[in-house]
Structures are given as structure tokens and as C-alpha cells.
């Protein structure tokens, strides 16, 4: 009755290393499940490592969904999942080996709840970097790092679930989808922010997340990403969407100047700091 979906890019090896810890962990799980693969348009080996982890895992399946969008990746893997239950994890986890067992028995102690979210570790994948071992220090959201405590606590608003590791009751989305003009579009740009949007609809219709600490995964960061080039992109994508979001769901009136620049840039302003002073 769970359906775990997904969806990767052009990241062959990363994926490989996720559906290790993924399979491992769902193979002590106590009901049903699926791995559903979304192959958002991938031109490297991808393909090959869905098939490889086919034949050993029956209940894994890919999927091709050629539109690039990680929106429609994410629509299709509503559309392809049997579960009444769907766990969306990004293609650069490592599972913990209780996080399907940890969010079965979620599912059963809060029946009321729509949605669920855990822990989202960063670690860095090659050479360290002073920017990176910075960003992990002082505010490791910038790589999707989520902790909201060590206790089972009601999920703010605004606060999460990440899209790397997020559960979301079918009954509870009802006919809603993740919003295609939101979504990073691989290399190609886009803007973050679509599982926020959705979460803060599913909230203002009086649907309840609950923050589960146990069901945790590791989030790899290559070392790549801890420059300020790739900060200065990320900062400006994650600015965007945050602003779009504000407007539509009235939590900013209009979008000016200082608001845009403020959020397009609000990671490199606190890292200037946080590099100097580390």
C-alpha cells in the first residue's frame, strides 16, 4: 500500500547509490510496496541502472517520462503509483534503514494527518570546502537541510516537508498535482518551490502535516555545489519560487525591490559572514 516514487536526471551513479539504501530498507517493511523510477528524460546510463535494479528487485519499476520538468516527474508519479500511500525521495538520499518501518507505523499512529516529513541530512560528497563545511554549520537548509526537533510535532506552515523526503496521503491531495510552472528543469533552469505550494494549499484547506524524527535520510551534497557560483544559481531559482509563493498564497501583498533582491540573494549575503567568521 506504499508507493515509493523517485524521480532523477542525468544522475545514473547517484541513483544507483540511493536504491541501494532504498531497496535495503523497504525489504523489512511490513506491507506492501512498490519503487517506482521517474526517468525524467535522462540521456546517460539511467536506464540501465533502473533495469539492473529490476531484476533484483520485482518490485521496482521505471518509468520514462520524456517532458523535462521535475513538476510533471512528480505528476507522472502520481499517476503511476498503486499506493494509497506515496513517499517521494530525491535521486541523492541515503535512506536510514528504519525509514519505511518508521513511517508505516506514522501512518497507523496519526490517521488524521495528510501528509508526513522527516529529517533531511546533508553531507558533503567529495573534498570538503570551507563554504561547504560553513553552509552545514550555520544553516544547512541551504542544501534542503530540515530538522524541526527531535520530537513529533505538528509541521508549520512554510517549514517543510523537502521535497528529498516527504509522504502524502492520496486521499489527502485529492485531485490536487504538483503545479508545472514551478520545478527545476534540470540544467535547464526553473524555479523551487512546487511541494511548498502544494503543502501550503493542502494546509489552507485544513489538511494536517505531522514532523516524524525518526524517518530521516542523508541528502548528498557534491562538492561542486558548495562554491559561490553554484550558490549565487541556487540563491537566485530558490528566490523566485519563494517569492511566487508568498504572492500566491498572501503572504507578501507585492513584490518589490527589496523583496525580490532579498530573497534571490539572502543565501549569499549570510554565507559572507558565516565564511568569514568560521
Request: charged fraction near 20%; proline fraction near 5%.
Amino acid at each position: 500500500d506504499l508507493s515509493i516514487i523517485v524521480c532523477t536526471h542525468n544522475r545514473a551513479r547517484e541513483l544507483d547509490k540511493t536504491l541501494a539504501s532504498l531497496v535495503s530498507a523497504a525489504a523489512i517493511a511490513r506491507s506492501a510496496w512498490e519503487i517506482v523510477i521517474i526517468d525524467n528524460g535522462s540521456t546517460d546510463g539511467t536506464g540501465e541502472v533502473v533495469s539492473d535494479w529490476s531484476a533484483r528487485a520485482p518490485a521496482l519499476r521505471g518509468v520514462l517520462e520524456p517532458a523535462l520538468g521535475l513538476s510533471i516527474a512528480r505528476n507522472r508519479g502520481l499517476d503511476e503509483a498503486h499506493g494509497k500511500s506515496l513517499l517521494f525521495l530525491d535521486d541523492d538520499v541515503n535512506a536510514s534503514p528504519c525509514l519505511i518501518t518508521t513511517y508505516e507505523a506514522a501512518l497507523q499512529a496519526y490517521p488524521e494527518a495528510g501528509f508526513f516529513g522527516g529529517p533531511i541530512i546533508p553531507v558533503i560528497d567529495g573534498p570538503p570546502t570551507r563554504l561547504g563545511e560553513a553552509i552545514l554549520r550555520y544553516d544547512p537548509s541551504v542544501f534542503s537541510g530540515l530538522d524541526l526537533g527531535s520530537e513529533v510535532c505538528a509541521i508549520p506552515p512554510l517549514d517543510g516537508p523537502y521535497g528529498a523526503n516527504m509522504l502524502i496521503r492520496r486521499s489527502a491531495l485529492a485531485n490536487r498535482r504538483f503545479d508545472s510552472s514551478f520545478g527545476y528543469l534540470g540544467s535547464k533552469g526553473g524555479i523551487g518551490g512546487e511541494e511548498t505550494h502544494l503543502f501550503l494549499s493542502l494546509v489552507e484547506e485544513g489538511v494536517n502535516g505531522v514532523w516524524i524524527p525518526g524517518a530521516a535520510v542523508e541528502h548528498r551534497i557534491p562538492s561542486s555545489r558548495a562554491t559561490w557560483s553554484a550558490l549565487r544559481h541556487q540563491a537566485g531559482r530558490s528566490g523566485r519560487g519563494g517569492v511566487r509563493i508568498r504572492l500566491l498564497h498572501g503572504r507578501q501583498k507585492s513584490v518589490g525591490i527589496y523583496m525580490l533582491v532579498w530573497y534571490s540573494f539572502h543565501f549569499v549575503r549570510r554565507w559572507w559572514s558565516a565564511v568569514l567568521f568560521s
